[in-house]
């Protein structure tokens, strides 16, 4: 005979109302009654009715709310492309996606849209956040409210989420250092190109970068680090980077500008220049292919659009949380013979 939910609530003295919210992982229940809740259901065999369930989404549907970080970055078309991915995989299943995407990298852009989709009454949040207080802040309050959050691309510190989906950043940024280190056996002078210092994962190639530099290459000095204004500024600002260290020998690059870099190591026949990046955008395929770009490193775009629905759709339809609080995509390391 199967086994329901009221035949659970029975065995485990509680009502369907609090087997309902223990299965579904909602608030309101203690510890000690939730571990009875679920220990019952595991003992007497209880499984999903996958019918039902998708019936009942049909007729109220869950909403996922989806910030898309920045319009202008390619990156994140290739996530968005993921996304789509799993909707249409889902969406017959009763789930619904809210996508908002930013026009650029700003705080309260972000904080703008997370409030918005907060009042289309989402059940769940993915995003890639800015490492601001105000956006830590928020995220918690809607963890409150039993919205839950997935974090993608970047991440950070100190919020309630389910989980994070992206690159290992810190591993990623220690790859790159000793890909530089073999570049330049006997040394030499790098600098560092960087992006917004609200974005994490910048941060942590970079310090990743640092760590692998510091320890075990010696004779290769980080003479310079620049914050990129934007993305147009790369150019003008690798000019002026060859201008105050004429003798440099790599380039490492932690995000997006690739095009400019490129060009100003081109125009100013800079090509003796290790120059080292990530992800396979358009732009930097070609910088690969004309020997420009020395090596990339990739991080599965597509995988942090399509994971983090997939795992909130399993979370809400399956009662299945992810198995891992920091799942990594695959890194990978690109060159011309290989792209």
């Known amino acids: 005979m199967r086994v329901t939910i009221k035949s659970v609530a029975e065995a485990a003295n509680v009502s369907r109302g609090t087997v309902d919210k223990v299965l579904n992982d909602r608030l309101g229940v203690s510890d000690e009654v939730r571990e009875r809740v679920r220990n019952v259901a595991k003992e007497l065999g209880y499984t999903v009715n996958l019918v039902g369930k998708a019936l009942a989404f049909q007729k109220n549907p869950i909403k996922i709310g989806v910030i898309i970080l920045d319009k202008k970055d390619e990156l994140f078309n290739e996530i ?4 789509r991915l799993a909707h249409d995989e889902w969406k017959d299943s009763g ?42 802040k928020e995220l918690n309050r809607l963890s409150k409210k039993d919205i839950k959050i997935v974090t993608f691309n970047t991440d950070v510190p100190g919020i309630n989420k389910m989980c994070f989906i992206g690159q290992d950043l810190k591993k990623s940024g220690r790859v790159a250092g000793q890909l530089m280190g073999d570049l330049l056996p006997a040394g030499g002078e ?4 960087t992006g917004s210092a609200k974005i994490k994962a910048l941060r942590e190639r970079k310090a990743g970068f640092e760590e692998i530099i510091s320890a075990e290459y010696p004779a290769i000095k980080i003479v310079d680090t620049i914050e990129l204004a934007n993305v147009t500024s790369s150019y003008a600002e690798t000019v002026e980077l060859f201008t105050a260290h004429p003798n440099l020998n790599g380039i490492f690059m932690t995000g997006r500008g690739i095009g400019g ?25 070609q910088l690969i292919k004309d020997k420009t770009i020395d090596f990339t490193i990739t991080q599965e775009p597509l995988m942090q659009g399509y994971l983090p629905i997939k795992i909130l759709f399993e979370y809400f339809f399956l009662n299945k949380m992810p198995e891992k609080e920091y799942l990594y995509t695959k890194l990978e390391i690109k060159i011309r013979e290989n792209i």
């Open 95 to 136: 789930i619904i996606i809210e996508c908002c995407v930013m026009q650029k990298v700003d705080v309260n852009e972000q904080l703008k849209y997370i409030k918005e989709l907060e009042q289309k009454n989402i059940r769940a949040l993915a995003l890639s956040p800015l490492d601001e207080e105000v956006i830590t």
């Open 190 to 193: 790098v600098a560092i190109i």
């Open 261 to 285: 870099v490129g060009k100003a190591i081109g125009k100013l026949n800079k090509k003796n220049v290790k120059f080292i990046c990530f992800d396979l955008l358009p732009e930097t395929i």
């Open 80 to 83: 968005y492309k993921g996304i």
